[in-house]
């Protein structure tokens, strides 16, 4: 289907994904984490726009994103916001914000939705995460659910990678799925999950399910805007197209741009401004008694 015109697209909002789910059209969803990057996707009509604690190692130079904190998440979210009008926003409650407690949970969802104006938030896991999310959700803020590849949790599931892959860790999906959706998630993340577990699950589930990783039979699919735009090309997901070669665009700019200065072709004269030749004169007049003083 062909993104409606600029004009006519309307907010997205929790009704409209369910109801793109009920119809069969796929969501769009987009991780994304500066105002720029917001002005692009709301333009191309994205319906779900996420600000990941992938942040961590995409934007801010962590190795991982167990370290990003919640201030420069927000900080990080309300960029994101400013430059959104139609998609729905969903912050990524970092490591270490939710799960001491439901109350902790609680006062860090509140956080994204006061200070960064977040239509939702997500986290990671099911299992102690399905009543985590239960308790955001009874205390007024939507939770998007994350399952399969957890990044937060990466070292405990023996690295980055697929998770699904046996009949116990696949039964396990299912089952953090259905926690999940018991616990009132209105959607839920599968990451890199084996397609022919997600075709299994699928028709367990009454909520939209974007899948990255996970196979073409999710309600819809997620990347980070870096993957998609290959912005960074020395790390490429298995499951990450590209659609576009933006870093090595950004390369040939700025080599250009070198080049130009050291040879003195940048600035051109079309890149400077004038000054009326009564007024330069002017100018220079009053710089004689300047020089003459300079002289002595």
């Known amino acids: 289907m062909s993104t409606p015109p600029k004009d006519q697209r309307k907010r997205v909002t929790l009704t409209k994904l369910a109801e793109m789910r009920a119809l069969g059209e796929p969501i769009v969803m987009i991780t994304a984490y500066d105002h720029p990057s917001a002005l692009v996707v709301e333009q191309a009509g994205v319906d779900v ?22 201030e420069e998440l927000l900080m990080l979210t309300r960029a994101v916001r400013r430059g959104l009008k139609t998609p729905l926003l969903v912050g990524d409650l970092p490591f270490g914000s939710y799960e001491a407690s439901d109350a902790q949970a609680i ?3 509140h956080r994204f939705v006061k ?3 977040c239509d939702a938030i997500k986290l990671e896991g099911g ?5 985590r999310a239960r308790a955001i959700i009874r205390a007024g803020v939507p939770v998007m659910g994350h399952i399969g590849l957890t990044p937060q949790t990466a070292t405990m599931l023996g690295g980055y990678r697929a998770q699904g892959r046996t009949a116990a860790r696949a039964k396990q999906v299912f089952d953090d799925a259905l926690a999940l959706q018991e616990a009132g998630c209105f959607s839920i993340v599968f990451e890199a999950i084996p397609a022919e577990v997600t075709d299994a699950i699928m028709p367990y589930l009454e909520i939209p399910v974007i899948g990255i990783g996970a196979g073409p039979s999710t309600d819809g699919q997620v990347l980070v805007l870096h993957d998609l735009l290959a912005i960074h090309d020395d790390f490429k997901p298995k499951f990450a ?4 070669a933006v870093k090595e665009e950004m390369l040939r700019g700025v080599e250009a741009y070198a080049e130009e200065v050291r040879t003195r072709k940048f600035p051109a004269p ?7 030749p009564e007024e330069l004169e002017r100018f220079r007049d009053s710089l004689a008694p300047v020089e003459h003083h300079a002289r002595r």
């Open 49 to 70: 726009v996420l600000v990941g604690d992938s942040a961590a190692n995409n934007v801010l130079g962590y190795t991982d994103t167990v370290p990003v904190t919640v």
């Open 107 to 109: 006062a860090t969802a």
């Open 115 to 117: 200070e960064a104006s």
């Open 127 to 131: 299992g102690a995460s399905a009543d």
């Open 241 to 244: 197209k590209r659609f576009a």
């Open 270 to 276: 079309e890149h400077t401004y004038g000054i009326a």
